[in-house]
């Protein structure tokens, strides 16, 4: 019946569907980084995406997301609005269910968060967060972990040679002090993370006329922040022995920089992609102590792929009891960008590794048959559901990227024998068994 | 800093918080279904959370679930809603993607809906769905394909043993027009769709009290019924055969299961967990052909964990254009009751396979390393980040439930040994070398 209204169909702005070919890129990267958190212990936990507004739009949420929160009056009569992140609820969280899990707790958490940004190319309303902390502990092996993950997670996602720039908030505070600039951390940082944007020129001239520093201040911390540039981790901290002594702070930051480095050293995970970045302060209010960014050698102009830090307290706005932890987050769409531009995806729009074709509408129980014999060898099979024109079937399998197309034979009295084609290549193989195709194709996989 | 009013830590009603044991399930259930729809070609999409109400909120959504949408005005004036169900977008999608995609189409998804609900026991207003459907064509290998997908999720889910029973829509509805009560088709079917819950004499009795049907019609109705009692798909098939030849609509509904039959008979991954059950109606609007339910043998009570079929045209609300499919969907907090209930899901609350105690401070280096190699070697290893008192590692150890725990010692020298205690034997054994431990872990694994 053609009747009705039709309604149209789109999604809304600022949200977008993922096609097949994204959704298989994305839900491979998800598996392997929950592999990779599996294999240090670190747990998952999932929380609600509609949480109270009250915490979710807490004084400690920014201006600019708090304008950027989804949020209404339920059924109920509560405000609500959907998460914006995933730190907020796990501080939520980790107060509302300690006595379950109990400290020290690492976790992970993996899921969709909603900011009703204005809409640019590549951001979305809605995206996907992936974030690990290990809260409950003070210990410095806990920060060297966190690098350890970052550098096991991205060589398993084969995403190409990476830098995991690592830095002290207590070093840069101390040597601050050290220089008598104390008294103006906040402005010195907030003008220092532009250097990359503005160039060293305009950094020294905000530094002199915005901030109101010294030429000789100005230099002072210039040449501070540059002892780290080319450096190799233990190489930094031999050069910042002439400011130790001088600042309780500074000598705390630069020690745990140094118990960093006795963990991470002699690690193969971590060899050839850390390095101690003394222009690294991740932004102003929340990190305390150790601080990480991470780029990509071949792309890094992208900025920071998997940042994070350490924080003395993640609850405060929930419980007078501190909780102190460390933590980092993978920017999943950057790294599914990076991949792409490596070329390091493969486009294909099914996971399927052979398409079976339907010739005659009775061959279906040997085509079937056949496929879950192949599948029993691991080998994934789809089968072209009806007997249309060859043509139809053809276009399907090029639209969706099968590797390889099958032509099964068989007579009633159970002969067998299939054709193989490899789609890139058009080689076609002739076998009399399904156990030999298989072998073919685990073969050919590797 | 103790100051500031705290704000309660807690989830809204019907809201939960997932904690690690449960998210470990549901993860672990997740990757199984995934592996085995790639196996067969199913490919994932993922569509917003949030749609234009008027998509969530059309007319063929039902008035109770009207009610129970979560939906707001957006920043941007717009009347925006929560999704209630995965198949409104999925028709949705595959009209605004038809292009992209091609048809046929087979996909699945998995997320989180949303239903305001009278929050009961188990039911929450966010819930996981899984759905797989098979669009755009008419063929009943696509019928058949969705009963082979279900058998080999459940199979590879490890949920013990389950019967899928399939019916046709068809069929029932011939079977009435036989009997000369193709008129009442509709209050006929409400009434035996309510057979497990009132009881079969309850049952007669609407049907002649309330239907209006003679006693010859409902004994007419209940012994069609019961051919399929207790008898395997060809016996069924053979049974009917008296049927045959005097409607149209019976005879195809009978010839699709027939096809059916000629193909799921000669697979392993249906053998003796497939029925043909003439009970099944699975409601009334939606479905046009074949359908299904699925229950397990150990808990028939528990209802059906997967169920589906075949429907005549997915997108009716917002195009034209025709498009018939199949499908069927995991009832997954069903399937995860279900595992605790036949206690089929290890009780843990971590990935790790062994935490290794951290004794002293200074070992960390040696620890780390040592988890390294051992991760190196497929094995999940936690490092206990600080030299706490021995007693609280192992209370850590306990919640989190860690099958294996390992003291390591090792001299400046690079001398190496380790012990390591199963946590529910309590055997303990000694290694010298990684190599040792890691190979012996494995050895244990299996």
Redesign the interface.
């Known amino acids: 019946?053609?009747t009705?209204k039709?309604?149209?169909?789109?999604?809304?702005?600022g949200?977008?569907?993922?096609?097949?070919s994204?959704?298989?890129i994305?839900?491979k990267m998800l598996?392997t980084l929950?592999r990779v958190?599996?294999?240090?212990?670190f747990?998952?936990?999932?929380?609600?995406?509609?949480?109270?507004l009250?915490?979710m739009g807490?004084?400690q949420t920014g201006e600019e997301i708090q304008k950027q929160l989804?949020?209404?009056?339920?059924?109920?009569e509560?405000q609500?609005a959907?998460r914006f992140d995933l730190t907020v609820p796990f501080?939520?969280?980790i107060?509302?269910?300690r006595g379950?899990?109990?400290i020290?707790f690492?976790?992970y958490a993996i899921g969709?968060v909603?900011r009703?940004e204005r809409p640019q190319a590549g951001r979305y309303?809605?995206f996907t967060q992936c974030d690990f902390d290990?809260v409950g502990?003070?210990?410095t092996?806990?920060d060297?972990?966190i690098v350890?993950v970052i550098a096991?997670a991205l060589k398993a996602l084969g995403i190409g040679e990476f830098l995991i720039r690592v830095n002290n908030r207590r070093v840069l505070n101390g040597a601050m002090e050290i220089l008598g600039i104390g008294d103006k951390t906040v402005d010195v940082l907030r003008t220092i993370d532009k250097k990359d944007k503005i160039g060293i020129d305009a950094v020294k001239e905000e530094l002199r006329d915005g901030v109101g520093l010294s030429n000789d201040q100005i230099e002072g911390f210039l040449n501070f922040i540059s002892l780290s540039a080319g450096a190799s981790p233990s190489e930094v901290l031999e050069k910042v022995r002439s400011y130790e002594g001088k600042s309780a702070v500074f000598d705390q930051g630069v020690s745990e920089l140094r118990?960093m480095e006795?963990?991470l050293?002699?690690?193969?995970?971590v060899k050839d992609c850390y390095s101690i970045d003394f222009s690294i302060a991740r932004g102003l209010g929340y990190y305390t102590g150790i601080v990480y960014e991470t780029v990509l050698k071949a792309s890094p102009g992208m900025g920071s792929i998997c940042g994070g830090g350490r924080y003395d307290n993640l609850?405060?706005?929930?419980?007078?009891e501190d909780l102190p932890g460390v933590g980092a987050s993978f920017g999943l769409d950057r790294i599914v960008a990076a991949l792409k531009e490596l070329g390091l995806t493969e486009d294909t729009?099914?996971?399927?590794e052979v398409?079976i074709v339907?010739e005659r509408a009775d061959s279906?129980?040997v085509l079937?048959?056949t496929a879950?014999t192949m599948?029993?060898s691991g080998?994934?099979?789809?089968?072209f559901?009806?007997a249309v024109k060859l043509k139809n079937q053809f276009?399907?399998s090029e639209?969706?990227g099968?590797p390889f197309i099958m032509f099964v034979e068989s007579t009633p009295e159970g002969a067998f024998s299939c054709k193989l084609r490899n789609a890139r290549t058009r080689e076609q193989n002739i076998f009399n068994s399904v156990e030999e195709v298989s072998d073919y194709m685990l073969r050919e996989r590797k």
């Open positions: 019946m053609k009705g039709k309604i149209e169909a789109r999604t809304l702005r949200f977008h569907d993922k096609l097949p994204e959704a298989l994305k839900a598996a929950r958190f599996d294999s240090f212990g747990v998952p936990i999932e929380t609600p995406h509609v949480e109270y009250e915490i807490q004084e989804f949020r209404w009056l339920d059924q109920g509560r609500v959907l501080a939520r969280f107060v509302q269910h379950e899990v109990g020290p690492k976790r969709e909603f009703g309303r809605e290990f502990t003070d210990s092996a806990a060297a972990e350890q096991t118990t006795t963990i050293a002699p690690l193969d995970s609850t405060k706005s929930f419980s007078d729009g099914t996971p399927a398409l339907c279906a129980p079937y048959r879950e599948r029993q080998i994934n099979v789809e089968v559901p009806e276009v399907y639209r969706h099968h």
